[in-house]
């Protein structure tokens, strides 16, 4: 039986997890939930519904796991607690400092129901974030070190566009490379969050906007860029489509440690990741907890979890004995 996946908002987000759904064939999608005219949304999926989001409710019934592709600046806060009333859902919250909060009100509405949640899915928090705990389980003596980018930051960027008097814009995250190297070559460093990476604006504004108050507004807006030097250049729409138009990044996650007896000997460990589709990748790592969320249902489980909270076999199509036979 397939999994019947719905997917909220058909953004960036949204039409990655279309495509994710079509390379999974243990899943379908049933249906796309939309702010806009459903009418005006066109989809790829021919067997897929395209309703308004105040439809959503009547579906109640119809779909395993409702994915909630929302910015987490404004959306998500309110949407997953919401819809974990009626589905299981996961998100892609990415508010690093509001995590336990966010946790906390979803945990609260999936018990209610007995429904599922998983939050913060993606690469980062996500993948990332299983890296950083593996590491430090492996390598109880040592130092941590992320470095995002270069790349766009969809919810960075959604957060700039959420601004009075900005029409569009783009985010680059940019890691600082003197820093990147001196982690590499066993220095284990100090790092300041503002060491470690520079941030990038490009940004076009709505007509009569004043720069100088976006300009400000931007550099100084909490958890996103007032802990970090921050450039902003005021762009034209059409230099913004041509130029900025892709959605890349990627990034390290690294940890330097000591093993031995008298701490002698050293080691690094590094993941990377280089992503043509910041979207398209987080869209890929949603849909396979996507099924971790309906295996989880299945068996009678409730409330909230995070990607630490599931075994990786729950992410896979394959069965424990073609897992051990084919991976392990």
Not at 46 to 67: G, M, R
Not at 212 to 241: C, Q
Not at 259 to 272: D, P, V
Request: charged residues 25%; glycine residues 8%.
């Amino acid at each position: 039986m397939s999994i019947r996946i719905g997917i909220l908002g058909y953004g960036n987000l949204g039409r990655g997890v279309e495509c994710a759904i079509r390379q999974n064939p243990d899943m379908e999608l049933a249906a796309v939930f939309t702010r806009r005219n459903p009418a005006d949304v066109h989809i790829l999926t021919e067997t897929a519904a395209v309703c308004s989001v105040e439809e959503a409710p009547d579906w109640k019934d119809k779909i395993d796991v409702l994915i909630l592709c929302g910015g987490s600046a404004t959306d998500l806060p309110k949407q997953t607690p919401e819809y974990a009333k009626l589905f299981n859902v996961i998100d892609s919250f990415d508010t690093h400092a509001r995590i336990p909060e966010h946790f906390a009100a979803v945990d609260a509405e999936a018990r209610k129901s007995g429904k599922i949640g998983i939050i913060s899915v993606g690469w980062d928090p996500g993948m990332f974030s299983l890296n950083r705990m593996y590491a430090n389980a492996i390598l109880p003596e040592g130092k941590d070190y992320t470095f995002w980018g270069k790349g766009v930051s969809q919810g960075h960027s959604d957060a700039i566009r959420r601004i009075e008097g900005v029409k569009d814009g783009k985010q680059y995250t940019i890691p600082v490379e003197s820093a990147l190297e001196a982690v590499r070559a066993g220095e284990n460093p100090d790092l300041t969050t503002r060491e470690k990476h520079t941030r990038e604006c490009f940004v076009v504004l709505e007509e009569g906007a004043d720069p100088a108050k976006v300009e400000r507004e931007i550099k100084t807006m909490p958890n996103y860029f007032a802990d970090y030097d921050t450039e902003v250049h005021f762009i034209s729409e059409e230099e913004l489509k041509k130029n900025h138009s892709g959605i890349p990044h990627g990034g390290f996650v690294l940890r330097s440690g000591v093993t031995g007896w008298e701490k002698e000997n050293s080691h690094l460990i590094e993941y990377r990741l280089k992503l043509d589709s910041n979207p398209e990748f987080t869209s890929s790592v949603i849909v396979a907890y996507a099924r971790a969320a309906c295996r989880l249902a299945c068996e009678g489980q409730t409330g909230c979890r995070t990607v630490f909270d599931i075994a990786p076999a729950y992410l896979s199509p394959k069965s424990g004995e073609e897992l051990r036979a084919s991976m392990l």
